[in-house]
């Protein structure tokens, strides 16, 4: 089966920045998009941002410019660095990932079990 472990959530002070990690692991065949997403209290999940297999990005207009995603298609590992943190980005974060577990397979929508970021004076 596959899991998606995150890690590096935590407390933050306002300005400061925190990285988190998200590792794909089990019966993987091939591993397409991988991403972040975010949920706030009473709010909705939410993009964060997303890489492709060609590096190509995707961000939320709320953090473009301070976030950043990247991936390490060996380990099968997507990164968020986050900088400049604001109160309003304190939520789970959410790692996600497009695979496919056998070659003959269709593409399946991964969720990993989400850490908690929270960004306070």
């Known amino acids: 089966q596959v899991q998606l472990v995150e890690s590096g959530g935590g407390l933050v002070q306002p300005g400061g920045s925190l990285s988190l990690s998200c590792t794909a692991s089990?019966?993987?065949?091939?591993?397409?998009?991988m991403g972040w997403y975010r949920q706030a209290p009473g709010k909705q999940r939410e993009l964060v941002g997303t890489?492709?297999?060609?590096?190509?990005?995707n961000y939320a207009d709320s953090v473009k410019g301070r976030f950043a995603v990247s991936r390490d298609n060996a380990k099968n590992t997507v990164y968020l660095q986050m900088n400049s943190l604001k109160h309003e980005d304190t939520a789970v974060y959410y790692c996600n990932a497009v695979l496919q577990t056998r070659s003959w397979g269709s593409w399946g929508n991964y969720w990993g079990q989400g850490t908690q970021v929270t960004v306070s004076s």
């Open positions: 089990g019966s993987i065949f091939s591993v397409s998009v």
């Open positions: 890489i492709n297999g060609g590096s190509s990005t």
